[in-house]
């Protein structure tokens, strides 16, 4: 989920349904090595697009590679790329929702994984500069261990565009 916008935003405990972490927890992330992080998920847009800013301005300082998230659509499907060893890694992410709705409404912040058309678009853009493409989602049935068809239906079209592995969680 998204950084809070303010501390009286973050949820700390609780049983809240509406995400804000300190900006605080980020740095655990760069601590533990992370490179690239999806963005996309059903609470992305928790805290506003001021929230996504914040998170995004947060991850860039920490040099933490992104994608999945922006102030539009066009950045959403912005892929993140992360070179380590001289291998050129990159990285397309998208979700199931928007908002934590699931899914019924679109926003023009968080890339959807029904978004096939995109999808495509920016993986056939990647093959001729990237070394290994990863699409990753967040999607599928809390507690169900098998996929759904909109899971299956992105993965397929992630491969048949030309990723080289589909890394789904929720």
């Known amino acids: 989920g998204p950084v809070a916008s303010s501390a009286k935003n973050a949820v700390i405990g609780g ?8 900006t605080s927890s980020l740095q655990g992330l760069a601590d533990f090595n992370f490179n690239v992080l999806n963005l996309a998920n059903n609470h992305t847009f928790d805290q506003g697009l001021a929230g996504i800013d914040q998170t995004i301005a947060e991850l860039k300082n920490l040099n933490i590679a992104f994608e999945g998230a922006g102030d539009n659509l066009d950045q959403a499907w912005t892929p993140a790329i992360v070179e380590k060893n001289g291998i050129k890694s990159c990285f397309v992410g998208a979700s199931y929702a928007s908002v934590n ?8 912040y968080v890339a959807r994984i029904d978004d096939l058309g995109r999808l495509k678009s920016v993986i056939l853009n990647l093959k001729s500069s990237c070394d290994f493409i990863v699409a990753t989602m967040h999607a599928g049935t809390e507690y169900t261990r098998t996929p759904n068809s909109a899971q299956t239906a992105f993965a397929r079209a992630a491969i048949d565009d030309g990723a080289d592995m589909v890394i789904g969680g929720h």
């Open 101 to 108: 709705d699931s899914g019924k409404t679109k926003n023009n």
């Open 15 to 22: 049983h809240s349904m509406v995400f804000g972490s300190p």
